[in-house]
């Protein structure tokens, strides 16, 4: 239960930043809905413009006329569904105060639809720390070592080669240190990430922070992150350094509650940093007489026997094979991620099999010279060996798999690497045979089994799959038209489950973005794949990516570009890309709306409707929002009971109550939630 303020006939949500005027919900922008909480949690005081701007505009200059226009905005909503009272009142030339009654509740609001899947699972679920099927070998001075620094820095990042195992300690130190942080340990990883202007965006989404305009992205997430006391966990920052240390810096400098737990190839190089070298694990000696009792001694072996205790090929650690195991061990460095690799070649392979094989390949790579082997290489070597055991058919497969981010399903997989090549009937076996290579992870949880390259494999496979444009157009063709799929059903669907569902793609969707609009890319595609992720975007709070991808897509638009693909990229929802108050956004939706009546398809058009009818929509100005919202209804009620439905009718509700038919407003309301509980969705009652 959060704070709900209730002042007249009003009741401020904060947490859900709501307004509701005789219990139905008012229309009211962001900003305008900003100024009110503050001046609402301050009640009685003086408020000065100057506050206002740093509260509402962080890091923004703004012009002072903004703040009149949005207090304006708010004293006609006040006055036209009020009772007469009077709530703000105007300090010349200093500021503003909130001089009416307020009662402070805990928050049981009217009837609502909780659409936000991040806000209802929120920052006090604790950490969204993955689960590990495996226990953590020969970390536990290096975990001793993290809990000691943090005590001490609120920066400690943690460096080391490709493979040596940053990401997973960082996980286990999170979870070893839940109980030090209230707000709990979150896991924002960067891996997939190809535009370094994006980190703002994961750290948001991972922290269920909603961020407003680009310009104000990361003093938006600092202000809202000011009084958390949480451990953030920033992995693989090594692609995009000097972004990930900007942003670092930011949050360090700004919350004085959170620490942060960095992973990358190289330091972030920002002041306050503890950087802790996460080496690789301990191997026996070459020279030194090895026993199994000696070689048990070692991370490394220890690692090593437990993964081959795994396979159920009956492996036992022995005198006789100790020193062979112990050279392998060596000879990959102790780097984890190389052992995990290596250990499933014991199905095939004698232990002395396994260790020439990796001798021999070493050689060529190195030319003879095992002693300056550099772990990048090493890690190279060991899955280019494990490339060169498979088969011709599972070579290939592995590198079309390099194309998927995030991984992705066994359909979907099959319908982008399936061609005469792999015909879709062995694709599955292949697949499962990678699987038991340790080339390709399973990951069975929610439902469905997603199937992913470990990141230096994907990187690896990357490189063999070279100049590939048609598994790149199959990958972006899949996705687009899945994404279609997904917007069609999400209007009857479920919220959460459709979030859970669809969720998982969302790198799949920004790895074909930037391929389709890329150099080799094809635009006409990528202008497909805009035009139906409106919705994955939106359910998912990714306002500055949604933003970013519609306006290069726009860019793109020409006189040979389909009415229908130009209407489905105008086709977002209210405050998506634009700000309500933005008259483009008005101009777009009826430019929308006007390709669909072309094109003949009334429920689009009044999906588009209901964008134009809620930017002309205003406590002093009804008449043009209604009638826009009612020619609407009529429209999109002929499709059944769907989302788009309700939420014109929750529109029209903020009309009426504008219009004081509190009546009217009251039977719209209603209906809207009727619609809602026929759809599943969850609903709470106040």
């Known amino acids: 239960m959060t704070e709900a303020f209730v002042f007249g006939p009003f009741r401020l949500l ?27 949690s301050r009640r009685g005081e003086l408020v000065t413009k100057d506050e206002l701007m740093a509260e509402v505009w962080p890091g923004i200059v703004v012009e002072e006329n903004n703040i009149q226009v949005h207090v304006s905005a708010l004293r006609k909503v006040l006055a036209s569904a009020g009772d007469g009272e009077r709530y703000l009142l105007t300090v010349a ?85 839940l109980d030090a942080y209230a707000d709990g340990a979150w896991l924002a990883e960067l891996a997939p990430l190809n535009d370094a202007q994006l980190v703002t965006s994961i750290v948001a989404e991972v922290l269920r922070v909603g961020l407003g305009a680009p310009s104000g992205a990361l003093e938006t997430l600092a202000a809202a992150l ?82 081959a205790n795994g396979l159920g090929i009956g492996f036992a650690l022995t005198d006789a094979n100790a020193a062979t195991v112990g050279a392998i061990c060596r000879r990959l460095d102790g780097i984890p991620l190389a052992i995990e690799l290596a250990v499933p070649r014991l199905k095939l392979l004698s232990v002395d099999e396994l260790a020439r094989g990796l001798d021999e390949r070493f050689e060529i790579l190195t030319g003879g010279s095992r002693t300056a082997l550099p772990r990048q290489q090493t890690l190279h070597a060991l899955i280019d060996w494990s490339y060169g055991l498979l088969t011709d058919a599972e070579r290939l497969l592995l590198a079309r798999l390099s194309v998927f981010l995030g991984g992705s399903t066994l359909a979907s997989i099959t319908a982008v690497v399936a061609d005469d090549r792999i015909p879709r009937r062995q694709v599955s076996d292949l697949l499962l045979s990678l699987v038991e290579k340790s080339l390709v992870h399973a990951d069975p949880a929610g439902g469905e089994t997603r199937f992913h390259l470990l990141e230096s494999t994907r990187y690896y496979a990357l490189e063999k799959l070279g100049h590939a444009p048609a598994v790149h157009r199959r990958h972006a063709e899949h996705f687009a038209a899945a994404l279609a799929q997904a917007t069609a059903a999400w209007e009857t669907a479920p919220t959460q489950q459709w979030i859970a569902r669809h969720e998982a793609d969302i790198d799949n969707l920004r790895g074909a973005l930037e391929w389709a609009f890329g150099r080799d890319g094809d635009v006409a595609l990528g202008l497909e794949l805009v035009g139906h992720s409106h919705v994955l975007w939106a359910e998912l709070g990714l306002i500055l990516e949604h933003r970013r991808w519609v306006n290069a897509a726009l860019a793109k638009v020409g006189k040979s570009t389909p009415a229908e693909v130009t209407a489905r990229l105008l086709s977002w929802q209210a405050g998506d890309v634009r700000e309500l108050d933005d008259p483009a956004d008005y101009e777009e939706a009826m430019r929308a709306a006007a390709l669909f009546r072309k094109l003949g398809d009334g429920f689009h058009e009044g999906r588009a409707l209901i964008r134009a009818g809620m930017a002309r929509l205003a406590p002093d100005n009804v008449e043009e929002g209604e009638r826009l919202l009612r020619k609407a209804l009529a429209l999109v009620r002929a499709s059944g009971n769907t989302k788009t439905l309700a939420r014109c009718l929750s529109a029209l509700a903020s009309a009426r109550l504008f219009a004081n038919e509190l009546g009217d407003a009251r039977k719209l309301h209603e209906e809207a939630v009727g619609v809602y509980r026929e759809l599943g969705e969850p609903l709470e009652v106040g």
Do not use: W
């Not at 509701?20 to 503050?38: D, N, S, T, W």
């Not at 899947?117 to 953590?136: D, E, R, S, V």
């Not at 992973?263 to 503890?274: F, K, Q, T, V, Y």
């Open 14 to 40: 904060a947490a859900r930043r709501e307004l509701l005027a005789h219990g139905v919900p008012v229309a009211l922008g962001q900003r305008a809905l900003e100024i009110l909480l503050l001046m609402v």
């Open 93 to 177: 030339g200093r500021g503003y105060r909130f001089v009416a009654p307020v009662e402070t509740e805990l928050e049981s609001p009217t009837v609502a639809v909780v659409l936000d899947a991040a806000a209802a699972a929120g920052p006090g679920a604790g950490n969204n720390l993955p689960q590990q099927p495996t226990g953590l070998i020969g970390r536990e001075a290096e975990l001793a070592e993290i809990a000691v620094r943090l005590r001490s820095h609120r920066l400690v990042t943690l460096t080391g080669s490709g493979g040596v195992g940053k990401t997973r300690l960082a996980i286990e130190a999170g979870r070893s240190l």
């Open 226 to 307: 000011k009084t958390r006391q949480l451990l953030l966990i920033i992995d693989n920052c090594e692609h995009v350094i000097a972004e990930a240390a900007r942003v670092a810096e930011a949050l360090i400098r700004s919350c004085p509650h959170l620490a942060i737990l960095a992973s990358s190839r190289e330091r972030l190089a920002i002041p306050g940093e503890c950087v802790i070298r996460v080496p690789s694990l301990p191997t026996p000696q070459s020279r030194a007489a090895t026993t199994a009792a000696s070689a048990r001694e070692y991370a490394a072996v220890q690692l090593f026997v437990e993964r």
